[in-house]
């Protein structure tokens, strides 16, 4: 049985790092293993230029361990008042990567999404001709449509027409959780990529609840059947260039998870290289672990691999703690339900 395995150092092509205190509990948990890391921009007031993205970095680059290593990559929160101009000066010089597509009321902090798509149109082609890679979060909002349907729904009725009406537009189907979506991106054509948690490998609906509700398996989009995981599962682990890992690590203090409401979001930057480790081992597919985590990524985005690696050791169990604690709360570490023998160093 493999003991060690040294990959290129892993980027995380999607992730929340929240702002004020949070942000300054939560950074180093994803500067400890990964080198780079595409932000998400749903604060509240929401990133909207390359001003709030400059700002958001350096606030973002001092909440690191002095000598961490880790480059955040900055994105902007896509409304329907965006500047072309903005977004395509900001790409230029280097400050942002991507731009963000949330449908209004799809997630946390999406109140100020899109909620007529033809009114993104110019910003949209716009980033087409820069090549700027559209994020998306695949799901649509009408409340007549079934929570477990919307990534399904949404593909149809707003991604294809999209991309159809805007040729050259690259796009990141972020955290997709179905074998549609799977599908849907391996048929895609070039351009379409997509990024896969590290939670949805692991749970499916009945982990949130059958037996009781567990909020801190709750996130948006929801985990889907059980049939829909395994298709996640055979995606990641294929090596196939399309797929690559975004771990949509997202902290929410514990009194908001633990509520009559909860926040969506699970916490997974201290043990996702742990997690995935097991994942690949488990499908005989350790030999592929590097290019979900390390290569796939990087290449879509037009960027070189790290240079620097990480070692993972298996071992006895890794004790990880049950929760962190913030100057904004405790934050609770999502729980795979299985001993983790795979240590990141």
Known sequence: ???TLTIRRPDDWHLHLRDGAMLDGVAPESARH????IVMPNLVPPVLTGRDAAAYRDRILAALPEGAGFT???TLYLTETTDP???TAAHAAGLIHAVKLYPAGATTNSASGVRDFDRVRPVLEAMAEAGIPLCVHGEVTEPDVDIFDREAVFIDRV???LRRATPGLRVVMEHITTAQGVNYVKAGGNGLGATITVHHL???????????????????PVAKREEH???????ATSGEARFFLGTDSAPHADPLKESACGCAGCFTAPNAMSILAHVFEEEAALDRLEAFTSLNGPAFYGLPPNAATLTLTRGD???YPYRIETGAGPVTLFDPGFPLHWRAA
Do not use: E, K, S
């Open 85 to 87: 101009a903005d977004v």
């Open 34 to 37: 990964f080198a780079r890391a």
């Open 202 to 220: 692991v749970i499916n609906r009945n982990h949130i609840l059958a037996g009781g509700i567990r909020p801190h398996y709750y996130c948006l």
């Open 159 to 161: 991604l294809d027409p």
């Open 229 to 235: 995981r395994l298709a996640l599962r055979a995606a």
């Open 72 to 74: 955040p990559l900055m």
């Open 1 to 3: 049985m493999t003991r």
């Open 317 to 319: 169990p890794v004790a």
